[in-house]
């Protein structure tokens, strides 16, 4: 059976090797993807560190990674001439749903009750090959440079963040300037914000935040950040929170800082429940709406990525720091653990 470069979590603990593994044969209904850049997710950082989530959810062996662009070489027996097929361009959904529950029959397929997750439940993408089902295939334009392509599953979860709520003139404060916090940043103002507030307790995010269009950025471990942010909309509050961080404390401020009537998208996952949580305040009393935002919409939020993207309202390039080839997989695993970088795209075979 031929052989390829492969990262995988083979045993239950920290860490990751570079393997030669199996080239994956395509199911009936799959398609063998060549991987030509696969894109660093928080995620993958989790299953290397081997956090109490990965140590729940993984079970080893597994080829980690789930952010891709490649291109098509083979296809299964049942795969039909209308669906994506060999010589194509493709990204991928990472979220296999099962189709026949309720919330996939209602259109809500993102909170599908059977969510499988590409390098997470299944062999991911950190490979020269990936095996995928084609309905999680998506064509991409031939001309979309690779590295964007590569990272559009986790820019996803930024555009269904920021679509959830009602941006157009509005204030927006951005809680968290990991990759997904600043690549909410330019959508923001793609769809019309007129305020862009962000904070982040790294130096290096907040200046690339303000690289792509933030603002004011601040940091909560030297900046007032309420009085601050609050002298930016004249001590209003601000009408819309995109919460990207995952950290209570971030959470709180950020909903501290709304005014009452606004909406709240929350992205970031906090590391357990939340203690303290003052609800009655910080959400009821204010009238506060809150969106839980889970993964991608499909398929809408594709159409809205391609739609930004081909017309240039977003440019991701400033936000991509680093690229390196696979086999520098543990570097780049570092750099993006060590919080001095944005988004990090490797390349297969090299
Ligand atoms: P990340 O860890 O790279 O970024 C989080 C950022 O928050 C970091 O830059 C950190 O410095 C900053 N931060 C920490 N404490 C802060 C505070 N008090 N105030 C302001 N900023 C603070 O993560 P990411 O990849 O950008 O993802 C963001 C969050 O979204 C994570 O919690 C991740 O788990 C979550 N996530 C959720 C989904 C979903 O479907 N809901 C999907 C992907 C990621
Ligand atoms: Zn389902």
Redesign the pocket.
Known sequence: MAKMQAVAKLRPEPGMELIQADVPQPGPRDVLVKVKATSI??TDVHIYKWDRWSQNRIRPPLTIGHEFAGEIIAVGEQVRPDEPGVGDFVSAESHIVCGVCQQCKLGQAHVCQNTRIIGVDVDGCYAEYVVIPVENAWKNPLDMPLQVASLQENFG?SVHTVSAVDVRAKTVLV???????LMTIPVARAFGAELIVV????PY?LALARKVGADLALN?AEDDVIARAQDSVRGKGFDVLLE????P??LVQGLSLLKSGAEAAL???APGALDNFNLNDLVIMKGVTVHG???RRLWETWYQMRALLSSGAVDLKPIITHEFPLSRWHEAMETMAS?QSGKIVMYPGE
């Open positions: 997710c928080g979860n809680t968290g300037c990991g990759p997904a916090g904070s982040d307790l790294s995010r909560p990207m961080s995952g950290a404390a971030a992205l970031g996952l935002i889970a993964g919080g």
